[in-house]
């Protein structure tokens, strides 16, 4: 399952590509049976989807998903962030300064930067934010959406740029550590908004 996705991921599988059992089996050299769990499993993370008498297809994109996706995580993002600001212990406030400090010493406007790792990095970093918020219900719920917005953001991040068209972080990773570590809950989710609304424009222009 892992190949295929990140197949899909990197847009190896374009969205909408028909995908044929008996296809997969030949590209990815393993039989039948498990091609065709690994497309059940992944239409259960919304990477494929089935139509019945049709076949399976990798699932679109479109801009229209993409903005209720970034919709959706930021409301659910300022509700854990203001959760964690109140609840957040030292354990807390350690695991953000670590996640940040491996996230600082990436540079994704640097070509030697491995996008996958910077992208784990930022992950990491945003979900220490949340994590002192002690809600494993919509941490669950953060948790599907960010995956969702995943294959959007390796659309964004997997084409080759020049250096003026590669994101550039500007500051903003740090202003939002520190904003939330001083817990000053009004600037910390105005300043999440505009780094939401700042991502959520760079993937448009690929769409």
């Known amino acids: 399952m892992e190949m295929i996705r990140q197949d899909i991921l990197s847009g190896i599988l374009k969205p909408g590509q028909k995908l044929v059992v008996a296809e997969l089996t030949t ?81 994704p406007a640097d070509v030697a930067t491995e996008f ?23 941490l669950s719920l953060y948790h599907q959406v960010y995956e969702q917005i995943g294959r959007y953001r390796h659309i964004w991040l997997s084409h080759h740029r020049s250096n003026e068209e590669r994101y550039h972080d500007n500051g903003e990773h740090e202003a939002i550590m520190k904003a939330v570590l001083a817990r000053n809950s009004e600037e910390a989710l105005g300043l999440l908004a505009n780094h ?9 222009q690929y769409l």
């Open 196 to 204: 939401s609304q700042r991502a959520l424009e760079h993937i448009k």
């Open 116 to 138: 996958t790792l910077w992208e784990k990095c930022h992950r990491d970093f945003h979900l220490a934010l949340l994590t002192g918020s002690q809600s494993p219900v919509m």
């Open 27 to 107: 590209q990815y050299q393993v039989g039948a049976s498990p091609i065709r769990e690994a497309l059940v499993q992944l239409s259960w993370r919304k990477y494929v989807q089935f139509a019945p008498q049709k076949g399976c297809w990798v699932a679109p994109v479109s801009v229209a998903e993409l903005d209720d996706l970034y919709k959706t995580n930021l409301e659910l993002s300022k509700l854990l962030l203001s959760q964690a600001m109140e609840a957040g212990d030292e354990d807390w406030e350690l695991n953000i300064l670590t996640t940040y400090h491996r996230l600082s010493r990436l540079h």
